[in-house]
C-alpha cells in the first residue's frame, strides 16, 4: 500500500512525505531500476518477481565491484599511463637491470639494524603480523592494507654526517627493487585470493607500494620523517611531522626556460635521496615522485639514475621496457620525467 500524508508541521512547510511498507518500498525501487538498466530486452514482459529478482542480483554484484574499486585514503598518481618503451627490445626470462648502486659507506653500516626486530617485515605496521590478513582486517583497512608503522629515527642515526643519512635512504629504499607497484601502505602486505584490491599495472595482488608510499615510508624507516603519502599533498608540504619535532625540506623549484637548457644544471643541484615531483603529461598536477641516486648509482651511458616505484614503461640503456613496480630508471634528458620536473624536496641538509 502506498500513501501520501502531510503531518501538521510538514504543512506549514509546505512538504510532503512519501511513506509505504518496506514490501511496497522495494517494488518502486526494483521498477526505478529496471526501468534505467542496461538489461536485454525480452520478448516476453518479465514477471515484477522476475524484475526483483534482477535487482538483488545486480545490488549485489555492486555490494561484491565495491571494495575493489575503493581507492582509499591516499591519491595514487596516474604513472601507470606514461609509455616510453613502444620501441623497446625483447628480453628473455627474468628483467636484468643494466644500472647498480655504489655506496660510500659499507651497506651493513648503513643499514646495522636491518636484520633486527626493527627490520622485520612483521614490524612495518603497529598491526601485529598475526592479524594482517584477518577478517577485522579486511573491513577496516581494505585493499590498502595495514597502515605504517610511524618509526623512531634510532640514536645511531641522528649523530651521523648528512651524506651518511642520504645514503641510509638510498640503501633502505633498494631493498624492495623488484617489488611490485601496488597501492599498499607497507611494502611486505601480501594478501590472499579474493581480497579487495586497488587495479594496477602489476595485473594481479602482491607485495609492493605505489610511488608515494614508497618515498613516505624510505623517510619513515631510515630517519623517522613521516610524509604525507597522499602524492598530491606529500608535493605540496615542505614541512611533515618526524619523531623529534617538526622537520623541514629545502624546495629545489623548477628552472626557468627551455628545460634542455636547464637539465645538466639540475642534475648537478640535485643529491642523492632529494624527492622530484613529477607533472602529469598534460603538465597540469603533480601526479609522481621519485628519488634521486646522484653518486649512489651508476649507468653504463654516465645517465643519472633515480628509483621509483611506477607502471609506466621506461626503456633502460639496453634499449629494454623496465617492469612496473620498483626499480632504478633513467633520468634522461628529454624524458617525462625530466620535462614534467615540477619541484623536488630535499629532507636530509648538511
Not at 601496488?182 to 594478501?191: E, F, I, K, S, T
Not at 585470493?193 to 594481479?204: L, M, V
Amino acid at each position: 500500500m502506498v500513501s501520501w500524508e502531510r503531518p501538521t508541521r510538514a504543512m506549514r512547510q509546505g512538504w510532503y512525505v512519501f511513506a509505504m511498507d518496506s514490501s511496497s518500498l522495494l517494488a518502486a525501487v526494483a521498477t526505478i531500476l529496471v526501468a534505467a538498466a542496461p538489461w536485454p530486452q525480452d520478448p516476453q514482459q518479465p514477471s515484477g518477481e522476475t524484475r526483483r529478482e534482477r535487482l538483488e542480483e545486480r545490488l549485489e554484484e555492486r555490494r561484491q565491484e565495491q571494495p575493489v574499486q575503493q581507492v582509499g585514503d591516499g591519491q595514487p598518481g596516474e604513472s601507470e599511463q606514461v609509455d616510453e618503451s613502444q620501441d623497446a627490445k625483447p628480453y628473455e626470462g627474468p628483467y636484468r637491470s643494466p644500472y647498480a648502486l655504489k655506496f660510500s659507506f659499507p651497506v651493513e653500516e648503513l643499514l646495522f639494524d636491518r636484520h633486527g626486530p626493527r627490520g622485520a617485515p612483521g614490524a612495518e605496521s603497529t598491526v601485529p603480523e598475526r592479524e594482517w590478513y584477518s577478517e577485522e582486517t579486511r573491513k577496516r583497512c581494505g585493499a590498502w592494507g595495514v597502515p605504517a608503522r610511524m618509526f623512531d629515527c634510532p640514536p645511531e642515526v641522528r649523530s651521523k654526517p648528512a651524506e651518511w643519512r642520504r645514503e641510509r635512504i638510498v640503501a633502505g629504499a633498494s631493498r624492495f627493487i623488484g617489488y611490485e607497484y601496488q597501492h599498499h601502505h607497507v611494502p611486505d602486505w601480501n594478501p590472499p585470493q579474493g581480497w579487495p584490491w586497488n587495479r594496477c599495472c602489476a595485473g594481479k595482488q602482491g607485495k609492493g607500494v605505489d610511488c608515494s608510499n614508497f618515498s613516505g615510508w624510505n623517510y619513515n624507516w631510515g630517519l623517522g620523517i613521516h610524509l604525507n603519502t597522499d602524492i598530491h599533498k606529500q608535493a605540496a608540504e615542505a614541512t611533515s611531522r618526524s619523531a623529534h619535532g617538526e622537520a623541514r625540506a629545502q624546495v629545489i623549484r623548477r628552472p626557468e626556460g627551455d628545460p634542455d637548457r636547464w637539465y645538466e644544471e639540475l642534475c648537478r643541484t640535485l643529491k642523492p635521496g632529494d624527492l622530484l615531483y613529477i607533472r602529469d603529461s598534460k603538465q597540469t598536477k603533480v601526479t609522481h615522485v621519485i628519488m634521486w641516486m646522484g653518486s649512489c648509482a651508476t649507468s653504463p651511458d654516465g645517465t643519472p639514475l633515480i628509483m621509483d616505484s611506477t607502471g609506466g614503461k621506461i626503456k633502460d640503456c639496453n634499449g629494454h621496457a623496465i617492469p612496473c613496480g620498483i626499480h632504478l630508471r633513467p633520468f634522461k634528458k628529454g624524458s617525462w620525467y625530466h620535462r614534467s620536473f615540477d619541484h623536488a624536496h630535499r629532507w636530509v641538509e648538511g
